[in-house]
């Protein structure tokens, strides 16, 4: 095992990675930016090491900076947490070049997945069901439209280096597709430096479901089921719930031992999460992340299986502790995302936290780094915490969210905990009937004037 790990990330993620260290008696080192010298995980850290100015260009993303404070620490492991480096195959080849373990896969399989034309043809050849589309690269607007006509319109044209919603045109019918195509391929080059696309079939009214998966390399893995991920606001999520409400427990089963056995296929070692449309009873893939995520705590309440201590174990070079027979699903979960933000707006609201009083009780978990007098910075993620709570039943779930909601309160900042007062009352989200556009209809719908 691991003797010392420095945690190359902040804020919540940071702290959550440094329970798991502590209750595995592996040593923390923090790192911090000028602007985060008095945050929760440097407090909480063993030792913490200052690696630069306030953007995060020059200090989280700053990969001589931590490179050189593993070496100052003797760390012999980095959590890259998520965002920032986590998805950096270069990140993860230098660290192995000094003799570094990265607590993620292999760069060989952050390069894959980080290709997302790349990542669909390894998707096919392992058997998870895909968007109908184009194979591979499109690379004139002749094929473009060829495609257009094999699939039906309407089609949606993406970058093969986007993800996460960038680098994506909508074709409605043929007259559009020159635009599309050239749209799509020129912001590609301008945004990520490759201009490749592909194109699938646009699915109109999807819901966003992804499956935890977990590996240890030596041809192990385990799925921890379902997430539905559906209610979000221009790419940024803020409801998860596992197990995905709507999806019958078969087919819960089904796609979650595809995604686990296409793991084992690919030796794949860490967390990651194999993201789908979900649309009329069907799954389609189409990207997976190789990394943990914001919302793994909702798989980890239905599961009683700890994501990151399995991150760090495999990492370090040992099998999983658990086997798929070991996996067992009781009850759900549903996290929302509290930001420092408007909860009309959306604007970021930086500031000093003036009171903090945080939800508890049976079934409610807090992520969360903040405490009272803390100052939010403007120059990061708007993240305050996460309130995931647990049920038997959705509905108990639904009940223990709605008193958490209630009991918390922030003061100093605004928050988006009034958004969560309204959503946990309107009856489509009660019953679990939303799909990826649901809360931006109902937020132009109910905009107040
Ligand atoms: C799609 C799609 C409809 N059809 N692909 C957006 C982010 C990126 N991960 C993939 N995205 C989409 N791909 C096909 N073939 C609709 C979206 C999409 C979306 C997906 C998940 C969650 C929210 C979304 C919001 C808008 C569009």
């Known amino acids: 095992m691991f003797s010392k790990v420095l945690i190359a990330n902040r804020g919540e993620i940071a702290l959550r990675v440094l329970r798991a260290c502590k209750e595995m008696g592996i040593e923390t080192v923090a790192v911090h930016s000028t602007a985060d010298a008095d945050a929760m995980h440097v407090r909480l850290a063993d030792e913490s090491v200052c690696i630069g100015p306030n953007p995060a260009s020059e ?5 001589p900076a931590l490179v050189t404070a593993c070496e100052i620490t003797g760390a012999d492991a980095v959590h890259p947490g998520y965002g920032f480096l986590s998805e950096n195959a270069r990140f993860a080849r230098i660290l192995a070049e000094h003799k570094i373990a990265f607590i993620g ?4 399989h952050i390069e894959i997945m980080g290709d997302k034309i790349e990542a669909k043809r390894t998707a096919l050849e392992l058997g998870i069901p895909c968007v109908p589309g184009s194979e591979g690269e499109v690379e004139t607007v002749e094929d473009a439209k060829a495609i257009g006509k094999e699939f039906g319109y309407p089609v949606l044209v993406k970058a093969a280096a986007g993800g996460g919603g960038r680098g994506m045109k909508v074709a409605s019918s043929e007259a559009e597709m020159e635009t599309a195509f050239k749209t799509a391929r020129s912001e590609a080059k301008a945004a990520f430096g490759d201009g490749s696309v592909y194109i699938e079939k646009y699915l109109v009214k999807p819901r966003h479901i992804e499956v935890q998966v977990i590996g240890d390399g030596q041809g192990n893995a385990v799925h921890l089921g379902t997430r539905d991920c559906s209610l979000q606001r221009r790419h940024q999520k803020v409801w998860e719930e596992a197990v995905a409400p709507t999806v019958p427990m078969e087919q819960q089963q089904e796609i979650g031992e595809i995604c686990a056995s296409a793991m084992r296929k690919l030796k794949y070692s860490g967390a990651g999460t194999i993201e789908f449309l979900y649309e009329d009873g069907a799954f389609y893939f189409i990207e997976m992340n190789t990394r943990l995520q914001v919302e793994h705590p909702v798989s980890e309440f239905v599961t009683d299986i700890d994501v990151v201590y399995e991150q760090i174990s495999v990492a370090a070079g040992n099998k999983l502790s658990i086997k798929q027979s070991d996996v067992e699903f009781a009850g759900h979960a549903i996290e929302v995302r509290i930001n420092a933000e ?3 707006t959306f604007t970021p609201s930086p500031g000093t936290i003036t009171f903090y009083h945080p939800a508890g009780g049976v079934g409610v978990r807090i992520d969360s780094a903040v405490y009272q007098g803390y100052r939010i910075p403007p120059y990061y993620d708007s993240l305050i915490g996460k309130l995931i709570a647990h049920g038997r039943t959705r509905e ?3 009940q223990r969210l709605k008193r958490a909601i209630d009991e918390f309160v922030v003061d100093g900042v605004k928050t ?15 019953a679990g009937n939303y799909d990826i556009h649901w809360l931006e209809q109902y937020l132009a719908r109910t905009k107040p004037v």
Do not use: G, K, M, W
Request: proline content about 13%; some cysteine.
């Open 59 to 63: 200090s989280y993303l700053n990969i």
């Open 105 to 108: 896969p292999s760069a060989h």
């Open 342 to 344: 408007d909860p009309v």
């Open 396 to 398: 108990e779930c639904l």
């Open 416 to 430: 988006t905990l009034p958004l969560f007062q309204r959503l946990i009352r309107e009856p489509d989200v009660i």
